[in-house]
């Protein structure tokens, strides 16, 4: 979107050098364009002028004069450095007070003329200017940091908002050679200023009505990019065929009159849908949405069955290694002995070339093996997986015979989606939800245990021990290979198997164990060999050991709304009363904490934790990029969202290719491979 001229890096500014420049890299700032787009988090409104004669008290004003004198002296008290300046207009004089920032005295020199930009107060020192923004006024710059409503960016240390902002003002003029890449028709329709326009007023808005056209205009381009993506997917879907997979009735409802337990109404229901879907000669692209343990896989099991059934194959992926071996476990015991399943992860590759299920990691996107003659593509917890992910297995089949058929898409997920989020993800998706749990399930107890009285919930612990169930402790990791986490982990293992429960069996899962390993712990933990098992929280999503009674979160204020949910769903999936232990040693207990407790509707839980959070740390995904990261716009915003919308789908209706929109092609095109970069 922006010509080379942007993309110069910052350090050709002669004001910046090594230093500054390793600072703003810190930023993410590198270029000028990345400047450019680096929004103010706030402003403050500094345009009130008054005489100097009547100077109202604790409001910010900006005072324009010429200093008399300006010294520092060391306040007796606190040994701060106290900088002090008088400034006359005509009559009047002000007294300005910076507190630590004694080098002031180097920048202003008595006679100069400055402009002062704070809050007047009064106190037993007097009345004076409490640390304003200051600047040297120039007849020919205008003001930069008084004096107007000035913008106050996000900083690191060793930087400051005065840097920051006079890097701005200096690359503003650049913006005449911006393009503008909205079409007219869809800037008048929708009343939006140009962009050039836009970035100007975002960084230094003349008023505030023109900061909120700056800003609708911002929030606009990304929701819209966004639309035109989502939307061009699904014309994709729409205009390649897929093979028509025949609903095998008997050989299904055979097959659902074996299984161990009856299906609930809703998975019935979900799983007719899907059967319905798969005979269409458009590919499905079906997202089954329930909460955690509600019993996805069996569906999905079934939509595997029928499709190999018509002879087609089977690809499903699936977040984690131990969650791939976990559904071939399933799959394996639950399909008839002669179908063939493979597994294929980072570690372990089978075989793929005759199976009729392949069931893996992100493995299987990266893999050479054949995926051909794929009828259905499963995407389990699919918001661990970004959507250039999710996208790339879609196409994988697309490669041989030259043949054009698309496979079916099932998409799982445990977390609920907002509508505004939907729309922004998917477009139009088909859902099916199972709200219903299998019947005999006890609500999950939840406590909050302050970190000083563990000994209480150990004897709990010990009771449901004795009465041979499971427990779970999870330690907090903050990302992925955390190491602290680990060690915390290892630390707490120890523990808890030398001084808590001696006479039990603990074991220890964490990420940075070799596959092999995982796999041998889980193993010991589904026969009940290992009876607690201590873990990082790569146990969030989807493992599923009916026997375990009891999850202890150490840390529990660590964790979201979502994410703490999820963690509670690994227990309470046998019949038995289970219980959720939320320790936190934080001095005031976090409200989501005590929603958590109040609460089991995952999707009244995930709807707050939006609000609480915002959709980014929301799923605790931030790297995969399932939430696209958004600068300014916000995925709860419906209205924007469906104007957004409309004005992606009249261009699309126009010019599908957007042969005649070469500049919004090419944003698109960058925005799509941010996406297939993760
Ligand atoms: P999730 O939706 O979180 O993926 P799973 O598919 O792992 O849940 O199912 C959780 C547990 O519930 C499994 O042990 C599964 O065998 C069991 N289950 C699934 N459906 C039913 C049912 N209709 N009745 C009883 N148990 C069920
Ligand atoms: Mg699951």
Redo the contacts with the bound molecule.
Sequence with gaps: MFPPIFLRPLSNISRVGAHTESLLKKLGLVTQADLLMYFPLRYEDFRTMPNMTALPLNTPVTVRGTIESIGNKNSSRKRVAVTEALVRSNEDLLRAVWYNQPFLTKNLKVGEKISLSGKVIQNKFGVFMQSPQYEKVDSRQGLTHTGRIVPFYSLTEGLTQKQIRTLVRHILPLLRFLPEWLPQSIRFRNKLIPLSQALQWIHFPPTFPKLSQARLRLQFDEIFTIQLGVLQYQQFLTRNPAQPLHFHKEAIQRFVAVL?????DD?KKAAWHILQDMQKTTPMHRLLQ?????????VSAIAAYNCILSSARVAVMSPTEILARQTFA?FQALLPQDVRIALLTGSEKHETASAQIIIGTHALIATQAQLDHLGLVII?EQHRFGVGQRRMLHYKNNTKNGSQLLPHLLS?T?TPIPRSLMLTLYGDLAVSQ?HSK??GRSLVTTQIVSASKRETMYTKIREELAAGKQAFIICPIIEENDALGVTAACTEYERVQKHIFPTYCVGLLHGKLKPKEKDAVMKHFRRNEIHILVATSVVEV?I?I?NAAVIVIEGAERFGLAQLHQLR?RVG?GDAASYCFLVTDAQRVPVRLQMLVRSHDGFALAEADLKLRGSGTMYGTQQSGFVPELKIATLSDLPLIETARAAARDILVEDATLTHYPLLAQKLSAWQENFHLE
């Design positions: 161990p337990f009856r299906l609930t998975q329930g909460d955690v343990g509600s019993g996805k896989t069996v399933t389990d799982m445990a199972i299998p019947v989807g599923d009916p769903g999936r």
